[in-house]
């Protein structure tokens, strides 16, 4: 069993496959506290509805949509600190059906067996820690390494100011052989104005150091609306 914030049909807003027309499951549950969380209603784990993976299936079946995204919160980590339980499940059942299902996560856990098209991992730079809480997500650069060889994967840097391109390339140097296409830069903002202003410098990051610009496309759309 798992606890569900919201199941939902939306596009896609970041990533690779920005624009696609996507169902998302949005977990319940964080072990980690970024400063600029914008899903900050889906760090407590006992929210939301708890459901199986059979009724979560059947629910993302309402729409006639081939990609799902599994999100959270931190869809992988259970409250434990080990993988949820049901997860690995769900995404088998999930392919079953023929679904392309991507995973979002933090990237701070590896976990082996998942039924997974693209793993989007976005590793946490300094700047997500919070004043007020100790455990940060940080990078573990060995976990990386397992991660991105086991699954299709993109890498999504959250991006506050210039001087954060020194992070990104200092763990990419401890990572083997990442496809600089495989790398997304994405401004960190929880609004549309955020975005605006942001957008410019995290271009031109992108131009100088060879990664893909991210957009968020869901803020430039709906801004700071839930579900949509
Ligand atoms: S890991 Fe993700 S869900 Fe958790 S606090 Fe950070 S941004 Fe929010």
């Not at 997500?128 to 990078?139: D, I, K, M, R």
Request: hydrophobic letters at 40%.
């Amino acid at each position: 069993m798992m606890r569900v914030i919201e199941i939902f049909y939306s596009l896609q807003g970041e990533g690779m496959l920005t624009g696609v027309p996507s169902v998302f499951v949005r977990l319940a549950g964080c072990p980690f506290r970024c400063r600029w969380c914008d899903t900050a209603y889906a760090w407590d784990y006992s929210a939301g509805e708890e459901l199986d993976p059979a009724a979560i299936v059947e629910r993302t079946g309402q729409w006639a949509c081939r990609f799902v995204v599994l999100t959270g919160g931190e869809p992988l980590i259970g409250l434990d600190g080990a993988v949820r339980p049901g997860f690995v499940d769900l995404t088998g059942c999930l392919k079953a059906l023929g679904k392309h299902v991507t995973i979002e996560t933090s990237g701070n856990l590896f976990v082996p067996d998942l039924t997974c098209d693209l793993l989007s991992i976005s590793p946490k730079l300094g700047h997500a820690t919070s004043p007020a809480f100790h455990q940060t997500p940080g990078c573990d650069p060995e976990t990386l390494c397992r991660l991105i060889a086991a699954y299709p994967y993109q890498l999504k840097f959250v991006i506050e100011s210039p001087q954060n391109i020194n992070e990104v390339r200092g763990l990419l140097r401890q990572l083997p052989s990442v496809d600089p296409d495989c790398v997304l830069l994405m401004p960190q903002a929880g609004t549309r104005e955020e975005l605006r202003a942001k957008a410019t410098m995290v271009a031109e990051l992108c131009k100088e150091a060879g990664f893909r610009f991210c957009d968020r496309l869901h803020i430039g759309l709906w801004d700071t609306l839930r579900g949509r």
